[in-house]
C-alpha cells in the first residue's frame, strides 16, 4: 500500500492496536540527495498519514512505534570514518 494516500490505508488502521511505523521513500542516500524536496515531501506526507490516522483510531490503538534511518541525517554526517 501507498502511504501517501490515506484513503488506501485508512481501513488497516482501524483493526490494529499497534503501529510499526517503519516506512520511508526507497532508493538510497543518492537517491535522497539527487531529490531532496520530493523526498521531504513524500516523507512528510506518509508521516502525517501514519500519525493522523493513529489520532484516527487513538481509542484502539494502544501503542506507536516510530523507527527512523540514518538517511534522515545531513549529507556531512552519512561517511563516517571508523
Same mark, same amino acid.
Given at each position: 500500500?501507498?502511504?501517501?494516500?490515506?484513503?488506501?490505508? +485508512?481501513?488497516?488502521?482501524?483493526?490494529? =492496536? %499497534?503501529?510499526?511505523?517503519?516506512?520511508?521513500?526507497?532508493?538510497? *542516500?543518492?537517491? #535522497?540527495?539527487?531529490?531532496?524536496?520530493?523526498?521531504?515531501? +513524500?516523507?512528510?506526507?506518509?508521516?502525517? =498519514? %501514519?500519525?493522523?490516522?493513529?489520532?484516527?483510531?487513538?481509542?484502539? *490503538?494502544?501503542? #506507536?512505534?516510530?523507527?527512523?534511518?540514518?538517511?534522515?541525517?545531513?549529507?556531512?554526517?552519512?561517511?563516517? =570514518?571508523?
Amino acid at each position: 500500500m501507498d502511504l501517501k494516500n490515506i484513503d488506501a490505508v +485508512d481501513e488497516y488502521f482501524g483493526k490494529a =492496536n %499497534v503501529v510499526f511505523h517503519l516506512a520511508s521513500v526507497v532508493g538510497g *542516500i543518492e537517491n #535522497v540527495f539527487k531529490n531532496e524536496a520530493r523526498v521531504f515531501h +513524500d516523507t512528510s506526507l506518509i508521516n502525517l =498519514n %501514519v500519525f493522523s490516522l493513529c489520532k484516527k483510531y487513538e481509542s484502539k *490503538i494502544r501503542r #506507536v512505534v516510530y523507527l527512523s534511518t540514518a538517511c534522515c541525517y545531513p549529507k556531512s554526517r552519512q561517511a563516517l =570514518n571508523y
